[in-house]
């Protein structure tokens, strides 16, 4: 079974600080995406990486970066938490192709106050 | 990017009813895909359309691309309680960016 796995349910984070959603697939894919989920929203792509230590901006990266240094990981920070940044966030992968599905972690629900 | 709308954003049905969902694009489509997400889960894949015209069924779920590749299409004969949860349509373009619509919340009265 392809496993991504992010590393919490729940997180409750101050204004400003510094946090970093973190996100693993077992799978060996090439492609990782982070999402963040709104009602009446959908998902909205925020970053994206085909590679190690390759990424692509999404639809909005603003007040985010990411990082991937191994093939496995790819991380989601948020440099200084802000308010309108509570959301679920989304993590996915898939392997290269278009015709590839994308499989989805959990989801991390991430509230700043 | 602009966003894929998709229409409605919620819709009750009573059990048994049918139900569509569908997206529409300013843009021509490509590569499209349907997933679903149950309440509380995360969404999962149901399908992919690539062609203009084409249509493809999973049991009670018919799937269509519009001849223009502006519109897709999700409808649901004679819906059950085991459908409920939220539909997305996406598109998977060059270089594998994967982006939703803005999706369905489907709920049904048993």
């Known amino acids: 079974d392809v496993k991504v796995t992010q590393s919490s349910r729940y997180l409750v984070k101050r204004t400003g600080e510094k946090v970093f959603l973190e996100c693993v697939q077992d799978?060996?894919?090439?492609?990782m995406f982070w999402y963040r989920q709104d009602p009446g929203l959908g998902l909205r792509l925020i970053y994206f990486?085909?590679?190690?230590?390759?990424?692509e901006k999404g639809d909005i990266p603003e007040g985010y970066s990411v990082s991937r240094e191994k093939k496995e990981r790819f991380s989601l920070i948020l440099e200084s938490a802000s308010t309108n940044q509570t959301s679920m966030y989304l993590c996915?992968?898939?392997?290269?192709?278009?015709?590839?599905?994308?499989?989805f972690g959990q989801g991390t629900r991430l509230t700043v106050v | 990017g602009q966003q894929v709308m998709q229409i409605p954003q919620y819709q009750h049905v009573q059990e048994g009813e049918d139900f569509t969902t569908y997206c529409n694009s300013s843009?021509?489509?490509?590569?499209i895909q349907w997933y679903k997400q149950r309440p509380g889960g995360h969404p999962v894949f149901l399908i992919q359309?690539?062609?203009?015209?084409e249509v493809k069924k999973q049991k009670r779920l018919t799937f269509q691309f519009g001849e223009a590749k502006k519109n897709i299409y999700l409808h649901i004969t004679a819906t059950q309680t085991t459908d409920v949860g939220t539909y997305f349509c996406?598109?998977?373009?060059?270089?594998?960016?994967?982006?939703f619509g803005t999706g369905t919340r489907l709920a049904v009265r048993p």
């Open positions: 996915a992968s898939s392997n290269r192709g278009l015709n590839t599905e994308a499989f």
């Open positions: 799978m060996d894919h090439e492609n």
């Open positions: 990486s085909y590679d190690v230590k390759m990424k």
């Open positions: 843009t021509t489509l490509s590569n």
């Open positions: 359309l690539v062609k203009s015209g």
């Open positions: 996406s598109e998977k373009s060059s270089g594998d960016k994967l982006t």
